[in-house]
């Protein structure tokens, strides 16, 4: 095992940051996420939920982002493998985007539990 390098951890960073910019700039759903993710941030701060509401919102954000970001590490491989539809990418390319379709799925349940109290009451 190396020994711990502060060069290396920046180094990590910067490439994580790359994957974001990246991220961003090819996919149109990675754009309609950060959106999203600045409502939710906004409508967390004006409606003053409470931390563990914060917990929960963090939590399903960073999920989508998540999500997003493995489907298109899958579908910038498998289109790397061929540009050609074949079956058994095409298969892994739609099971990577059901797993973003979960998690904003679940997201928004999240949402509505967070803030329908706080806009209703």
């Known amino acids: 095992m190396r020994p711990f390098s502060f060069r290396r951890r920046i180094a990590s960073f910067s490439h994580?940051?790359?994957g974001a910019v990246t991220l961003v700039r090819t996919q149109q759903n990675a754009?309609?996420?950060?959106?999203?993710?600045?409502?939710?941030?906004?409508a967390g701060i004006i409606c003053r939920i409470s931390p563990t509401e914060w917990a929960l919102v963090t939590f399903a954000v960073a999920l989508v982002w998540m999500g997003e970001a493995l489907n298109t590490a899958v579908?910038?491989?498998?289109?790397?493998i061929s540009e050609?539809?074949?079956?058994?990418?095409?298969r892994a390319k739609d099971v990577a985007a059901l797993?973003?379709?979960?998690?904003?799925?679940?997201?928004?349940?999240?949402?509505?539990?967070?803030?329908?109290?706080h806009?209703?009451?």
């Open 75 to 80: 579908e910038f491989l498998a289109d790397e």
């Open 99 to 117: 797993g973003v379709l979960a998690a904003a799925i679940g997201a928004v349940l999240i949402g509505a539990i967070v803030f329908l109290p």
């Open 31 to 42: 754009r309609i996420h950060l959106a999203a993710t600045v409502v939710v941030s906004g």
């Open 84 to 90: 050609q539809h074949r079956e058994r990418l095409g």
């Open 16 to 18: 994580a940051f790359r």
């Open 119 to 121: 806009l209703l009451g």
